[in-house]
């Protein structure tokens, strides 16, 4: 599995847009783009998922350049709640395993 | 749809004692993984099973076990417990190994 390198800490206030880029220089071939969301105590929770380009859902999106060793989480204008541990990870669809880094402490003030 | 469920949500032990921790998946998903959370160590990867066999397992000694019974249902048991093994214990479902993964609300174990 490639490995990730991510910012430890974010701080972003309500309203605006927030990037999290994480790095996987490493990544192969099958490998897919995951990124998981996880409050104090609480499981993660999947948030999106993509292979190359650009990825949008209901909550995020997601942001891959062509030579894929990278990869930007974008929430747009975020709320209190958004504060939370984000973490990237990089496999094979196919993986059953999750490998997480140290993930980003994103903190959101008012 | 409910979610994954662990029980007991907390429960405090003993060191040289043993504890079983107890997971239900998302009905209909036969994976369920097992993971550890420390503050030191991270989420660290613990074991996967799929139709009752374990597929994957972490880097996790011996005193780690687990099974999964023919409902999906799941079990970690940690024999001869350590104080290093005071973590947040999470179990994850999914449909299939290409899916992603709904964890649960976790099992905060304390070994005193």
């Known amino acids: 599995l490639a490995k990730t390198t991510q910012p430890i800490s974010m701080d972003s206030y309500e309203g605006q847009e927030v990037n999290i880029t994480c790095s996987h220089n490493?990544?192969?071939?099958?490998?897919?783009i995951t990124w998981y969301q996880q409050f104090p105590s609480q499981g993660p929770r999947f948030i999106i998922q993509?292979?190359?380009t650009k990825v949008t859902n209901e909550v995020a999106s997601l942001f891959i350049p062509a030579d894929r060793k990278s990869s930007t989480l974008s929430l747009p204008r975020v709320s209190l709640s958004d504060t939370a541990v984000y973490y990237c990870?990089?496999?094979?669809?196919?993986?059953?395993?999750?490998?997480f880094g140290k993930g980003t402490m994103l903190l959101v003030s008012p | 749809k409910a979610g994954v469920t662990q029980t007991p949500r907390y429960l405090i032990k003993t060191r040289g004692q043993q504890v079983t921790l107890s997971c239900s998946p998302i009905?209909?998903?036969?994976?369920v993984s097992w993971y550890q959370q420390t503050p030191g160590q991270g989420l660290q990867f613990l074991f996967e099973?799929?139709?009752?066999?374990?597929?994957n397992k972490g880097n996790f000694p011996g005193r780690f076990s687990g099974r999964q019974f023919s409902n999906s249902r799941s079990e970690m048991n940690v024999s001869t417990l350590e104080l290093g093994d005071s973590a947040l214990y999470l179990c994850?479902?999914?449909?299939?190994?290409?899916?992603?993964?709904?964890f649960g609300p976790g099992t905060r174990l304390t070994v005193t």
């Open positions: 990870l990089v496999g094979d669809k196919g993986y059953s395993t999750l490998t």
């Open positions: 993509g292979y190359k």
């Open positions: 994850a479902s999914s449909s299939g190994p290409a899916n992603e993964q709904y």
């Open positions: 009905s209909g998903h036969r994976s």
């Open positions: 490493n990544i192969a071939t099958n490998d897919y």
């Open positions: 099973y799929f139709s009752e066999t374990q597929r």
